[in-house]
Structures are given as C-alpha cells and as structure tokens.
C-alpha cells in the first residue's frame, strides 16, 4: 500500500484531545467520512479522559470510536505536552497520513502539530489565527505556534485572517471557512431543547443564568477565585446560577467560604444538556473561549470574565461584553447590561457549512 493512502484514498490523522476539541472535530470527520476519497482516522490523546468531560461528548456527538488512545497524562505544561508527543510520534510513523488535522489551542493540538511537523507531515489547524496577545495564557503560546508551523489554516472570523496575515503567513494558505463549533450546535440545537435541561435543574426557561470558570488566571489562585465568586454570588440574589464545575476549579472552590447567594454547583455536563441549558438561559458568565461563540449564535447575553478575547466577533456581532476579572467590573458590566441595546448579527460563515468548505479546500490541496 502507498504511504497516505488507505485503499486508494488519502489518509488523514484528526486529532481530539480536551474538551472543546470534540465538537470541531465531529462535523469534519463526518464530512470527510462522505467522500470516499478521504479516509479520516481518529486519534484521542486523551488529555480530558473522565466520562463527563469525554465519553459524554462522543456519544452527544455521535463520533466514532478512536482509532487510537494514546492516554496522555495531566500535570505540568512541559510533562502533557511531551506524554503527548512521545505517544503520538508512533501512531504517525505507523499510519503514514498525508496530513494531521488539529483542532484549537489545547495542549493536545501543539503536541500533535509539532510531531507531524518534524517528521514532515502537512499540519491543518482548525481554529487557526484568533489571538488574544496575551502570552500569559497558555492557549495563546499554542495558537501562536501551531499556527506557524501550519500548512492550511482554517479561521472562523475576519481577526484571525489579519492576525496571520500580519505574522507573514501567505494568504494562500489562509481559509476563512466559517466555525465548525457552530456547525455542531446547529446541528444538535432541536436535540438539546427538546431535553428540557432547565427543568430538569429545577429552573424556568428565560430566569436562570450560567456559569463556567476554568482558566487558570481565574481559579488557581484562591483570591483570584473569591474575586469573581463574591460578583457572581451578589447577581445569584436576582438570578439564579447554575455552575457545572470543570475539575481544575473544583479543587479550589472547596477552599472558599462563599458570601449567601443563589449559586448552584453542578458536576460538568454532557454536551447536549449544557447546550440546552445555555440556550435557556438570561446570561452566562464564562473565562471559556468556545462559549462565547456559542452564545453570539444563541443571541443570550454573555459576560466574559476575562480582561481580553481572542474572539472579537463575539463583541462586534454577538452579545458578549468583556466583563473583567474585578467584583466591581463584573457587577457594572452587568448592571450596564439592563441598558445595552440588543441587536445583534451573526458573525459571517457561523452558518453550519463550515465543514463543507474545509473538505472543499482540503478537496482542491490534494486534487488540484
Ligand atoms: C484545557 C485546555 C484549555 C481548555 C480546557 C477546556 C490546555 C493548555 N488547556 O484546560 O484551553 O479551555 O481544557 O476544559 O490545553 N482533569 C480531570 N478530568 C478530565 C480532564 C482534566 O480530572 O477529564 C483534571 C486534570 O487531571 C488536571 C486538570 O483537570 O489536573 C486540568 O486539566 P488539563 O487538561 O491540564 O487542562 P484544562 O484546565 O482542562
């Protein structure tokens, strides 16, 4: 059998490994998984393993079983990344595809560009150009630098193509494809509503909000954590939370002694009962990336609790305000929000098609 090819067909290795990987990689592979041309295998590092925070979103998702596991382990930056490379480099020296597919800006996605770069392997980074031009956080390192090493580059909004045009990518390799994320919510939305999650918690559609607080910047550090909580306990008096706790953030919250308030913590979600709680709620307050996007195409007001996005869109077409990490500017963001004029668009290509459009330039790379 020729290298890169199963069967005749072109060999391509999509790798998933945390959390907001799945729902990028779900429409491609099935995409791809339509042209008999492509034979897409998966490969799950691993890097989110529990049942809630991955076998969840596969069944949700309706993704294949992976091909391969490599079972990365958790710890530090350097020990993650390196588990993850030294795991990945044989499954591409047995597999020999004609390209990686990689996904965001996890730890997973650099790991994985960087093998297939070395062993000269074409790296096709979904999610390619967003920055925040904030270094500290460790998800800019990662698009940073698989975005350097990348051979086509698939951007969900206008900002990522300046960005990379700006760092000296050629524009023939820059895709404006649209957001496979939202491709995956619009395909599951009826699915999701039709759960009635927001009962299920005990809440009325339209008077509850959200809550999800992972960054590391947000909830490593005790008084980092308080911070944010003291604001959201103040606006759970009005507005009922609901908080599904990422892992990262557990650990610290039982730490903290909360002010009285109505927040209610939950174990993380599946990813159709946390679109169908979203798409009911009056707010969501998040430090997550992928919520933003998701909440700018359910038109529910979101209060980012970050000093910066790498998701400009979101602000200049969506509902989302950058709330800041401060008890004081969390709450005048919120209060602001009553007088905030509500009309909103959706971002250009946030249309479901985008996995279309990436099979279509894949299509024209291997074909011509
Ligand atoms: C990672 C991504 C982040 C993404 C987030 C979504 C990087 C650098 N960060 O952060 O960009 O927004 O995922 O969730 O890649 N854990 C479990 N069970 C799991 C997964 C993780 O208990 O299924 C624990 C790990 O053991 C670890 C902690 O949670 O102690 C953090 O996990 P890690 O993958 O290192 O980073 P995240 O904070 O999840």
Redesign the pocket.
């Known amino acids: 059998m020729p290298p890169s090819s199963t069967g005749g067909a072109v060999r391509l290795l999509c790798v998933a ?4 990987n799945f729902m990028k990689v779900a429409p491609l592979i099935a995409e791809l998984r339509r042209d008999a041309r492509f034979a897409p295998l998966l490969v799950h590092t691993g ?8 076998g969840a979103f596969f069944r949700d998702l309706a993704l294949p079983e992976p091909d391969f596991f490599l079972g ?1 382990a ?2 530090s ?1 350097a020990r ?1 990344t390196a588990d993850i490379m030294q795991h990945f480099e044989p499954v591409l020296l047995e597999t020999r595809p004609a390209a990686v597919i990689v996904a ?7 790991a994985c560009a960087l093998v297939a770069a070395k062993l000269q392997t074409p790296v096709f980074h979904v999610e390619s150009g967003l920055r925040s031009f904030d270094r500290s ?3 800019e390192i ?1 698009r940073l630098l698989t975005d350097a090493i990348s051979t086509l580059l698939f951007v969900t909004e206008e900002s990522g193509v300046r960005n990379l045009q700006a760092e000296g990518i050629p524009a023939s390799r820059i895709h404006l494809v649209g957001n496979l994320m939202i491709d995956s919510l619009l395909r599951h939305l009826d699915r999701a509503k039709s759960l009635r999650v927001p009962e299920r918690f005990g809440v009325v559609p339209g008077k509850y909000g959200v809550v999800t607080l ?3 910047s947000n ?1 490593d550090q005790q008084d980092s954590l308080a911070e944010i909580l003291g604001a959201l306990c103040e606006i759970s008096r009005e507005l009922p939370l609901l908080f599904p706790v ?3 953030t557990r ?1 610290q919250l039982e730490q903290i002694r909360l002010p009285g308030g109505d927040l209610r913590f939950l174990e ?1 979600l599946g990813y159709l009962e946390f679109l169908g709680l979203m798409a009911g709620a009056a707010a969501v307050f998040t430090d ?3 919520i933003q996007e998701e909440t700018t195409v359910l038109g529910v007001p979101c209060f980012t609790l970050r000093e910066n996005t790498e998701r400009p869109a979101t602000i200049t077409h969506g509902a989302n305000v950058l709330a800041g990490v401060r008890r004081s500017s969390i709450l005048e963001a919120w209060s602001a929000s009553r007088y905030r004029a509500t009309e909103r668009r959706i971002p250009p290509l946030w249309d479901g098609q985008a996995a279309a459009r990436c099979r279509a330039v894949i299509e024209r790379y291997f074909f011509g």
């Open positions: 490994g945390a959390r907001p890097q989110h393993y529990d049942e809630n925070m991955s990365a958790s710890g930056h993650q965001g800006d996890v730890n997973s996605t650099l956080m460790p998800e990662n992972h960054r590391p909830v990422h892992p990262r650990r993380p997550s990336g992928g």
